[in-house]
């Protein structure tokens, strides 16, 4: 039908219908010619901002996760400063209160057999009772002072103090030794 048309049917149907009606050419249905401006997804703005958001977040665990680490093995040093402590403590408390008849009166820790022979030591890593080193334990500075006492009653002592040092952890352990 459309074939048999002249020329001037076709500029007349023309003027009356559109191109595509003229020619039956059907549009894509179910768009507009907006087709690209209607798909859904982030722009590049969308993004950055998504990215510094999740930065910050993580700097602030990240942080957390930090401290909780630097600070995990502060238990276990103070742990072993008071057990340090205490082991010189009782090596101290189980000597003599003066010095036996004869008795040591050197520097030499293996030979110490009274409470005041420990005034003053200091031992930079720990050391047994004979003073050979305890290499685990070389980060540890400890220090004992020996002084005179009173306590209730009027009971003579003398009063042992044993300070260890070992990162930040500060331990002071007080004993006192009495004359019975």
């Known amino acids: 039908m459309l ?4 020329f001037n049917q076709i500029d007349r149907e023309r003027d009356n219908k559109t191109y595509h009606e003229l020619f039956n050419i059907q549009l894509f249905q179910g768009t507009t010619s ?6 859904a997804g982030t722009t590049l703005i969308e993004l950055i ?10 700097s602030g665990i990240l942080t957390v996760m930090n401290q909780t680490v630097k600070h995990s093995a502060d238990p276990l040093i103070q742990h072993q400063a008071i057990a ?3 082991s010189y403590l009782e090596e101290i408390l189980l000597q003599a209160y003066v010095n036996p008849v004869g008795g040591y009166s050197g520097s030499d820790r293996s030979q110490f057999d009274d409470v005041n022979d420990y005034d ?3 031992d930079v890593g720990v050391k047994d009772q004979q003073g ?3 290499t685990t334990l070389s980060n540890y500075t400890v220090s004992v002072t020996i002084s005179a006492a009173t306590l209730p009653d009027a009971i003579s002592a003398k009063k042992v103090l044993v300070g260890v040092i070992g990162g930040d952890t500060n331990i002071k352990l007080v004993g ?4 019975i």
């Open 3 to 6: 074939l048999n048309l002249s």
């Open 34 to 39: 907006n087709h690209y401006n209607s798909q």
């Open 49 to 58: 901002i998504s990215i510094v958001i999740i930065s910050i977040a993580l």
């Open 84 to 86: 340090i402590a205490e």
């Open 120 to 122: 003053g030591l200091s």
């Open 132 to 134: 050979n080193s305890i």
């Open 176 to 179: 006192y030794k009495v004359n």
